[in-house]
C-alpha cells in the first residue's frame, strides 16, 4: 500500500531514549497519514511504538485496530496522528493516535475532533514512547489548533490517572487550555503480587468459594471436565468457530448482539485472533465438558499489561456458572513474570467479574479546547449544557484525580 496522504505540521528538537543510552535528535515531525494508506515501513515502527509504550493499548495495535478499520465504518477524514523522531528520515515512532472529526456529541448536532473507538474496543489511550508524554499533547494539540477542523478535541476511554492522563493535564495547565474530565467509570482491573490461588482466597468470599467448588464436582460428574489453555494458533480455525457458534446460541445471539450476527464483526473477530496470535499476543481458555464448550475466554496480550477481551458461554448449563469458573482458571495470568496486570475491559459494577477481582481501573471521557474564538465558543457551550444537563439529572462528575489527592 502506498503511505501518500500526509501532512508534515511540525518539527521540534526531542529527546529519544533508547534502551542504553539517550540520544539528541536534530528534530521530531508529526504527520496526518491517511487511515487507509499504511506501508510495511510504517508497521514496522507502530510494532516497536506498542512494544515501548508507557501504556499498553492492544485495541490501538495493528494487528487490532487494522481489522476493526477494515470491517467498520470510519469517517472519511480519519487519520493516524503520527509522532517521529528525526529528520529528514523519520528513525522512531513516538506517538500514534487514530483521530478524526464528528458532526454529531450525542443527540447534539456539534462538530468536534475525538480519537476513534468503536464498539469492540474498549480503551482509548494513545500509544506514546515512554518519557514523551508531554511532547506528544503538545505537537497533537498543535496540529489540531493548526488544522481545519471545528469543535474542540474529545479523547475517549483514556486511562485516568496514568502517565497520559497526567501529561494530558500538565500540558494544558501550562497552555491555558481548558481540559474537563466529563465522565468517568470505574470496571474490575486484576492487578496483585500474589500467587493466583492466595489471590483468589483472600479475594472471593468463603461462601462462594465453596459454591464454585460444589458446582465444578457436578459438572465433573457429568463426562470429562477439561480446561484448555492456548498462546498459539494451534487449531485456531477451529476455535474461532467453536466461540462464534457457542456466543450465538447465548443470549448475545437472542438479541443480535452477538458477532456472528453480522459479516462485519464476524470478520473482525476472526481477522484480530488470527492477527493477534501472528504477532504472539493471543491467550485462549475454554472449559469443554465431553469435548463441548461451556465457556471459552479471549485474552490479548500487551506487556506489561493484558486484556480480557471476549467471553462466551453454553446457557444451558448457566446453574454450574461455567464463565465463573473459566475466569478461576484465568487468574493463572498472575503467575506470569512478563504480566503485570489484566483490565476486564467490562462493564462498570459487573456482577461477575467484579466478585473475583479486587482492583478497579477508572476510564475517562475528556474535553480539551482547541484554539480559536469560535472553537471556544463551541467548548464553552457545549460544557455548559453538559453541566446543566448533568445538575438536571442530579448527577455529579466526580474527577478521579481529585478522589485520589
Not at 508497521?43 to 490501538?60: C, I, M, V
Not at 483521530?99 to 482509548?124: A, E, K, Y
Not at 465453596?210 to 477439561?226: F, P, T, V, Y
Not at 499489561?305 to 461455567?322: Q, V
Amino acid at each position: 500500500m502506498d503511505a501518500g496522504g500526509f501532512q508534515t505540521q511540525n518539527d521540534e528538537a526531542v529527546h529519544f531514549e533508547t534502551a542504553d543510552r539517550v540520544c539528541l535528535t536534530s528534530s521530531a515531525s508529526t504527520e496526518l497519514v491517511s487511515i487507509a494508506t499504511i506501508d510495511e515501513r510504517l508497521l514496522n515502527s507502530w510494532q516497536k511504538l506498542a512494544r515501548n509504550a508507557a501504556e499498553p493499548n492492544s485495541f490501538y495495535e495493528p494487528w487490532l485496530l487494522g481489522p476493526a478499520v477494515q470491517h467498520f465504518n470510519t469517517h472519511p477524514e480519519l487519520s493516524l496522528f503520527l509522532f517521529w523522531a528525526g529528520l529528514p528520515h523519520k528513525s522512531d515512532l513516538l506517538g500514534l493516535l487514530p483521530v478524526g472529526p464528528c458532526r454529531q456529541l450525542g443527540r447534539w448536532p456539534v462538530p468536534f475532533v475525538q480519537n476513534w473507538t468503536h464498539h469492540n474496543s474498549f480503551l482509548g489511550t494513545p500509544l506514546v514512547r515512554s518519557g514523551f508524554e508531554n511532547q506528544f499533547w503538545t505537537a497533537l494539540f498543535k496540529d489540531l489548533d493548526d488544522k481545519n477542523w471545528p469543535g474542540f478535541l474529545h479523547i475517549r476511554d483514556l486511562t485516568v490517572g496514568g502517565p497520559l492522563d497526567q501529561a494530558l493535564r500538565a500540558v494544558c495547565a501550562r497552555q491555558q487550555r481548558r481540559c474537563d474530565l466529563v465522565h468517568s467509570e470505574a470496571r474490575a482491573f486484576l492487578k496483585s503480587d500474589l500467587e493466583a490461588e492466595t489471590y483468589y482466597t483472600e479475594t472471593v468470599r468463603s461462601k462462594k468459594r465453596k459454591e464454585l467448588r460444589r458446582q465444578a464436582k457436578r459438572l465433573s460428574e457429568m463426562g470429562d471436565l477439561s480446561f484448555t489453555h492456548h498462546a498459539d494458533d494451534a487449531g485456531l480455525e477451529i476455535w474461532i468457530a467453536d466461540f462464534l457458534k457457542l456466543e450465538r446460541e447465548s443470549w448475545k445471539g437472542q438479541e443480535g448482539s452477538a458477532l456472528d450476527c453480522s459479516d462485519d464483526t464476524r470478520g473482525f473477530f476472526t481477522d484480530t485472533l488470527t492477527g493477534a496470535a501472528s504477532a504472539g499476543q493471543l491467550e485462549r481458555h475454554d472449559l469443554r465438558l465431553n469435548g463441548k464448550p461451556l465457556a471459552m475466554l479471549v485474552n490479548f496480550c500487551s506487556a506489561p499489561g493484558s486484556f480480557s477481551f471476549k467471553t462466551a458461554f453454553d446457557d444451558a448449563y448457566a446453574r454450574f456458572s461455567p464463565g465463573v469458573l473459566l475466569q478461576r482458571e484465568n487468574l493463572n495470568i498472575l503467575e506470569r513474570p512478563d504480566i503485570d496486570w489484566m483490565d476486564s475491559c467490562a462493564a462498570q459494577d459487573h456482577p461477575m467479574i467484579d466478585s473475583l477481582w479486587s482492583g478497579r481501573r477508572h476510564i475517562g471521557r475528556f474535553s480539551i479546547e482547541l484554539k480559536g474564538l469560535s472553537r471556544n465558543a463551541i467548548f464553552r457551550g457545549v460544557r455548559f449544557g453538559e453541566d446543566l444537563m448533568a445538575q438536571i439529572k442530579g448527577r455529579e462528575i466526580v474527577d478521579i484525580m481529585q478522589v485520589q489527592q
